[in-house]
């Protein structure tokens, strides 16, 4: 199994105990991501520290303020690291709005660019308010004007509704702990209808713990519950879904 987006130096847990509770639970692949300088540099440190982790560099929206050219530099001058397998999380968030609008349509203008250059995965967070479909809308127009070779993940996949233009783009769909939620039947339905060979799973640690751990961290081994779900929900075996996982974040991530 694997943990194709989690974020280690935001857990409170140490991260060789993060690690190594993976392994026991069969997890032995993460990828953990870096939201501005000094987590990305941390991200980097832990893939170097751990054969079986991974990082992606880039620059939340929510950290997106004051988003320049240095920050576009620092972020190329991480992509070139041999242990670095994405970029992002980037997107749009006007769920927090955290950063101005834009300030977070510049940063992500300028991480799908370096993605481009680099021929780097590109990890997508967007969030909207409840009702509303604003930052997912424009999300999908923004990578829609930008040509893309490399592949795009919709990180904690959240739009069932256009699950079926994620599809036929290509897009991976990454499934965390909140598609577990009992009121999260619509998510379960989108996660039913994504192709196989398009399937990730995630944890988002230390946020978004699935529904046995829920109100507490979240942590790397727990995605090995929402894969449970996830396998129940497409009718699949786990060790099925498992495989299918597996061979997806491969191609997504070449590792």
């Known amino acids: 199994m694997v943990d194709t987006h989690a974020h280690l130096a935001e857990c409170e847990a140490d991260e060789a105990e993060l690690v190594a509770e993976a392994r ?6 993460i990828l ?9 540099r941390d991200a980097i ?11 992606a560099v880039g620059r939340h929206p929510n950290s997106a303020a004051g988003f320049d050219d240095a920050a576009s530099e620092a972020l190329r001058a991480h992509a070139a690291h041999p242990r670095v397998r994405a970029i992002g999380e980037t997107g749009l968030d006007f769920y927090r709005d955290g950063a101005p609008r834009e300030a977070q349509r ?3 203008a300028a991480q799908i660019e370096i993605a481009l250059e680099t021929d780097l995965p590109l990890v997508i967070h967007v969030r909207d308010p409840d009702g509303s479909r604003e930052a997912v809308d424009e999300v999908f127009d923004t990578l829609d004007r930008r040509p893309r070779n490399g592949p795009v993940v919709l990180h904690c996949f959240s739009a069932p509704g256009r699950v079926g233009d994620a599809s036929e783009r290509g897009w991976f769909c990454s499934f965390a702990g909140n598609v577990t939620y009992p009121r999260a039947e619509e998510l379960r339905a989108a996660a039913a209808r994504v192709p196989e060979e398009l399937l990730l799973v995630e944890t988002d640690s230390p946020f978004l713990a699935p529904q046995p751990q829920r109100g507490r961290p979240n942590r790397p081994a727990n995605v090995v519950a929402t894969a449970a779900v ?9 060790e099925r879904l498992e495989q299918v996982v597996e061979e997806n974040s491969a191609r997504a991530f070449a590792w």
């Open 24 to 29: 026991e639970a069969g997890v032995n692949r």
């Open 230 to 238: 996830l396998a129940e929900v497409r009718g699949v075996e786990p």
């Open 106 to 108: 510049r940063a992500f």
């Open 45 to 55: 440190a832990a893939a170097e520290a751990h054969d079986s982790v991974w990082a």
């Open 32 to 40: 953990t991501v870096g939201l501005e300088e000094g987590s990305n």
